[in-house]
Structure formats: structure tokens, C-alpha cells
């Protein structure tokens, strides 16, 4: 099946109709989609057609992308994969839904999360898991489960997700797809639902690196809308992508290759430093000793900022009510029924964080942890210019394997850390370990996109 790009490329040739491509879709919908579960509600495929006649002129030309369901759209609700918001249909658009719209782009659908983007396997959702496509007794990953599995299942052509600390990344390595972080500020907030604002952030999943490109392409940009959001002028991403790294010093953290991950997953490591050395680049072992700090300090200010953000879903205004005799019982029932047992362990970990007497010790700590984070990586880019390892320790894990929190939390640890600096990342297929996809992650500095998905092609090729 073709990907974004080459869809486009034989549409705007003529060679193909749209018709054609919505068909090869919605078949694979049909087939996978009841044992997959990626979405969570879908358009018509007569309707996209019809609607596409309109775009035909624009970029994307009519073609469907499938959004998480965390990202405000107008004609879809937006549940966050949560009770409370089953029903919520948003008055207001996300700046990035918006712009693929401008492009030519047409919502294909919403796809399944854990609840309010917290989680590490899209078994948070309150409207059941989604399965990972190449083996459904597995995760596809977390929290934008949804959307990396439709695009690896063949049922959407690329995603929108978010990534808060590894929540485009790494889903898209279990599931053998592209997903990129964009730098913190590049695509705008706004619309997308607050779940740790300082480190929420809008990404593509797409099958290539070149269609992760154009996507950034078409979403990133300034909106005054966002007051995160970084003044920096429009790119057209895709231009740089060349098959070589020559020039380039490429870093591995002795951090990002313990001996437990194991000899297969070594071993991967290992072939990628040789591709990298064979398409001209400098690979250079460099050390990032504060990474072993960045998941408690994540999970402490992630969870903090969520505590703060959804204290906003009272049952009072556009949420689930549970009818009580007194606001103070029915605010308090409201928030038990609707919220699932993650979120609540989260809102509890942040409210705890920030009460008195123990705000400085626990938030305020982590604050300046992250800070020391930030100013680490700084120095790894005085010697390096990209940074180079696995973007998860595991390949996808049984559904129900990691019941226990901190299992699940250590899922990202590899993630996290360039997440808190608020860099960008990317995660390409980087092999396989016992027939399932294990994930490639490049980081770069701030801004340094261009660079970065560079890379990411040039390994895309080579390994392929």
C-alpha cells in the first residue's frame, strides 16, 4: 500500500483517483479494525470522497489523517478516551487540525488513547485497548495507541498524536512506525487537551520519515494563540532528506545501552553505530549520567501540572454529572465515576506534589532536576550533533504484562529525558527482536529538525 507522499504523488499525476485510495483503506478497516480498535469514531468513506472534490488544488489533496482523540476537531467528538468527556463535541478546532485542512488534509477519524494521554499501552481508555496489528495479543504502545496502530494496520495513511514524554515515539517503535517530537513551541497547543502543559506537544505517525516531514511541514508555524509557541519561520521539511550522514557526529549514551536490554537489542545497537559509520558519519560514545533522574522528575511535574489541568472536569459544565444532593457530592462523584484508576493515581502523585510542606521538596526538586537535564544535553551538543539509541527498552509487551505502575512507567525511559528538555525526537523502525519491531530514536537540539529528519532518512534507507 502506498504511503502519504507516494498517494499524493500518484494522485496530483493522475495516475490514480482518491476514490481508490479510500477504498484500500476502509478495506483494511473493515478486515482489522474489530480486532485492532484504533479509532474511536470514523467518517464515512462516501462522505470523504465527496468532501475531497473541494481540495483537489491543496497540497494534501483530499487525502484522510487520522487524529487522537485528545486533539480538538470540529465534526468528531473529543473523549480523550475517557467517560467524562464521552460526549463532548468541542466549539473550537486545534491550530494543527486546521492547517492540514488548509492543506488539502481531511479528518479520517479519531483514534483511541489512554485516558487523557496517560498511559504507556492504550489500555487506559475507558472504550476498551487497542491491540498492536503485527500480534494482537500485545500493546501497540501509549499513549497514541490509536493512531500508530491504524497507520501500521494499513487503516489510515498517517496520524496526528501527542507526546507529552514519549507518547508519539514510543508507540510508533512498537508498532514499526515514524513518530516525531517536534521541538517544544514548533506546532501549536492550541486545541489539543492540557495534560502537562509544559511538555504536551503535537506530532506526526506516519509509515516514512519523508511523510513525517510533510506533515511537520503543513503543522508547525507560530500561533498567537499559544503562548508556548515559538516564533520561527515555515519549512518545507522534506527538502533535506538525502541518503548520507557525512559530517555528522552521532552520539550513543552509555545510559541508552545497558546489558539488561539484552544481546538482541545490543545487537541492534551495535548495527546501527556500523550504518551510521558506512554512510560517513563520526560515532562517538558520550555519557548522560542524569538520565536515571529524568522519570521521577517527569512523573513528578507531569503529574503535578495534570492536577492542576484537570481540575477543570468538575460535572459541572461539559462533562459527565453525577446527580447529587449538595455541588461539593456531586463534583466528588463525578470525578470518581468519570475518571479511570491512571488518572486518579496521577491527579493523587501531583496533588500530593504541590501541597504545603512539600512542594519544595518533591516538585520544586524536580524542577531543578530537569533543569540540570536540560543543561546536560546542552553540553552533549557541544560534541555531538545528534544523539542516537533505542526508544523503548522492549519491544510491544502482552496486554495486561505491566500492571504494576512503575513496569509501565519505566516503558519511557528512554523518552523522557529529551521530553523534559523540551527537544526534538524521532522513532524509525530500527530492526526486529523475536519478529517485533524495535525502535530507533534520534535527538537532536532545539530547532534542529532539519538535521534531524535527515538522519532519520538516511537510516530509514539503509535499513530498510
Not at 517503535?173 to 501549536?188: D, E, I, W
Request: hydrophobic share 40%; charged share 20%.
Amino acid at each position: 500500500m502506498r504511503d502519504l507522499w507516494e498517494s499524493r504523488e500518484a494522485l496530483a499525476r493522475g495516475e490514480i483517483a482518491l476514490d481508490y485510495i479510500l477504498d484500500e483503506l476502509y478495506k483494511n478497516i473493515e478486515k482489522r479494525e474489530p480486532v485492532i480498535h484504533a479509532f474511536l469514531s470514523l467518517a464515512e468513506k462516501e462522505e470523504l470522497g465527496t468532501k475531497a472534490k473541494e481540495k483537489q488544488n491543496a497540497l494534501l489533496l483530499g487525502l484522510p489523517i487520522a487524529i487522537k482523540d485528545n486533539i480538538c476537531t470540529l465534526d468528531f467528538p473529543t473523549t480523550c478516551g475517557s467517560r467524562l468527556l464521552a460526549n463532548y463535541r468541542s466549539p473550537f478546532e486545534a491550530t494543527a487540525v486546521a492547517r492540514l485542512r488548509a492543506a488539502g488534509g481531511q479528518v479520517q477519524g479519531k483514534t483511541n488513547l489512554d485516558e487523557f494521554a496517560m498511559g504507556s499501552s492504550t489500555e487506559h481508555s475507558a472504550f476498551g485497548p487497542t491491540r498492536n496489528p503485527w500480534d494482537p495479543e500485545r500493546v501497540p504502545g501509549g499513549s497514541s495507541g490509536g493512531s500508530a496502530a491504524a497507520v501500521a494496520a494499513g487503516e489510515a495513511l498517517a496520524a496526528l498524536g501527542s507526546d507529552t514524554g514519549g507518547s508519539v515515539r514510543q508507540p510508533a517503535a512498537l508498532c514499526g512506525v515514524v513518530g516525531l517530537r517536534p521541538t517544544y513551541g514548533l506546532v501549536s497547543r492550541f486545541g489539543l487537551v492540557a495534560f502537562a502543559s509544559s511538555l504536551d506537544t503535537i506530532g506526526p505517525i506516519t509509515r516514512t520519515v519523508r511523510d513525517a516531514a510533510l506533515i511537520l511541514s503543513i503543522i508547525a508555524g507560530h500561533d498567537p494563540r499559544d503562548s508556548t509557541s515559538l516564533t520561527f519561520p515555515p519549512q518545507d521539511y522534506w527538502t533535506d532528506l538525502r541518503p548520507k550522514l557525512a559530517g555528522l557526529r552521532l552520539g550513543l549514551p552509555r545510559e541508552y545501552a545497558p546489558k539488561e536490554l539484552g544481546e538482541e537489542a545490543l545487537a541492534l545497537i551495535d548495527r546501527w553505530s556500523t550504518v551510521a559509520e558506512e554512510l560517513g558519519a563520526q560515532v562517538l560514545e558520550i555519557s548522560l549520567p542524569l538520565t536515571e533522574y529524568a522519570l521521577p522528575a517527569y512523573y513528578l511535574i507531569a503529574s503535578a501540572e495534570a492536577s492542576a489541568n484537570l481540575a477543570r472536569y468538575d460535572g459541572v459544565r461539559y462533562t459527565l454529572r453525577i446527580l447529587a444532593p449538595g455541588v461539593a457530592e456531586m463534583i466528588a462523584q463525578s470525578r470518581t465515576l468519570g475518571f479511570g484508576p491512571e488518572v486518579k493515581r496521577r491527579i493523587a502523585l501531583g496533588t500530593f506534589a504541590l501541597s504545603a510542606g512539600y512542594y519544595d521538596q518533591y516538585y520544586g526538586k524536580a524542577q531543578r532536576v530537569r533543569t540540570l537535564i536540560a543543561q546536560e544535553f546542552q553540553s552533549a551538543f557541544e560534541k555531538v550533533d545528534l544523539i542516537f539509541g533505542p526508544t523503548s527498552p522492549t519491544p510491544a509487551f502482552r496486554l495486561g504484562e505491566k500492571a504494576d505502575p512503575l513496569s509501565m512507567y519505566l516503558s519511557d525511559l528512554f523518552t523522557i529525558p529529551s521530553a523534559l528538555a523540551g527537544l526534538p525526537a524521532i522513532s524509525i523502525p530500527g530492526g526486529t527482536i523475536e519478529g517485533l519491531p524495535f525502535g530507533l530514536q534520534l535527538i537532536g537540539p532545539r530547532l534542529s529538525e532539519r538535521t534531524l529528519l535527515a538522519a532519520a532518512w538516511a537510516f530509514e534507507e539503509a535499513l530498510r
